[in-house]
């Protein structure tokens, strides 16, 4: 029997594309492995700003970008996908992420701008914030106190509008404490919250399962929480209840989880445009299905595009 979970206001019916502004990071991936070096238009929030306008959504994205060739790369990439800019200027250039794999596991090293990036709160910024029916914050740095506090500052009604998944990242942490304390302070404020098991080990140095806990726990904790946890699939904590999903099987081999985790944020958020946050068991499922098939069809490619299989070609996997 499908379950009823505590209500939350729709932001939209079943009108036209809804209004999304994403907040947090743009950047060029450089891939590196035996095979040679590639680069790749990147960055969590992008992902989730292009995977959102392929599903059908009219978004906009903040991000920090350089006025050199790498951030003109990113400006017509964002063109190419119909996504708008409030962009912030970078006095370090475009920011870039080198995944190398040529010896096994890969490692990651970020440039001066990634580490150091930062967003201008101006007008432009601030009335894609207000004219937005959904404000996502994906790999914001929470780390910087006067960032977050104009965060917190821009953003009326986070409760009804707001999805968060903090994305830390190693290196491009300055605090780690102050990172986790304002993310936690943030996604109490919010209407559902996106954690990884990665981020759990970074920031907690323990399970996602410890995390979820932490985080169902914090005064003021209403809204939802979407917990991914790779080859153990995903599952969706809301109220009382609790909503899983395995991986979903495709043709074809997997070739590149890089974009697994945004591509299943937009699929979520793009259910939640169109109708709100899922009010029951039922509809959880539904909508954590329809997320793990997207990210199935876009780790079978190279790169962190999204991309969406056919409808007949998904299963589930065992559990």
């Known amino acids: ?45 992008l992902n989730v700003a292009v995977g959102l306008a392929l599903l059908g959504e009219q978004t906009t994205l903040v991000a920090m970008v350089g006025d050199d060739e790498p951030g003109d790369r990113i400006r017509g990439y964002l063109r190419d996908y119909r996504v708008g800019l409030a962009e912030s200027p970078s006095p370090f250039g475009t920011s870039r992420a080198i995944s190398d794999r040529t010896a096994g596991e890969p490692r990651y090293e970020f440039n001066e701008a990634a580490q150091r990036r930062c967003i201008r709160f101006d007008d432009a910024t601030r009335a894609a914030i207000d004219e937005a029916d959904l404000v996502v914050v994906s790999c914001f740095p929470f780390d910087d106190a006067e960032q977050y506090a104009e965060l917190v500052g821009a953003i009326a009604d986070p409760e009804r509008r707001v ?19 304002n993310f936690e302070d943030f996604a109490s404020r919010s209407l559902l919250t996106k954690v990884g098991d990665e981020d759990a080990d970074l920031l907690l140095g323990d399970s996602l399962e410890a995390f979820v ?41 997997i070739v590149d989880t890089m974009g697994a985790g945004d591509a299943t944020l937009s699929a979520i958020v793009h259910r939640v445009a169109e109708g709100g946050l899922p009010q029951t068991t039922d509809a959880w499922a539904a909508a954590l299905h329809e997320a793990m098939t997207i990210a199935a069809a876009t780790v079978r490619h190279e790169g962190a ?9 998904a299963s589930v996997a065992p559990s």
């Open 1 to 45: 029997m499908s379950q009823q979970l505590p209500q939350q206001p729709s932001r939209r019916g079943t009108g036209p594309a809804a209004r999304i502004t994403v907040i947090g990071d743009a950047l060029i991936d450089e891939l590196r492995d035996p095979t040679g070096a590639r680069e790749f238009v990147g960055g969590a929030a």
């Open 163 to 181: 999805i968060v998944d903090g994305n830390p990242r190693a290196g491009m942490l300055a605090d780690r404490a102050a990172f986790l304390t």
């Open 213 to 253: 806990s932490r985080l169902r726990s914090l005064p003021g904790m209403r809204g939802a929480i979407l917990a991914t946890a790779g080859r153990d699939g995903a599952r969706v904590h809301h109220g009382d209840s609790v909503v899983r999903s395995g991986i979903v099987e495709l043709p074809g081999p």
């Open 305 to 313: 595009l999204l991309r969406v299989p056919h409808a007949d070609t």
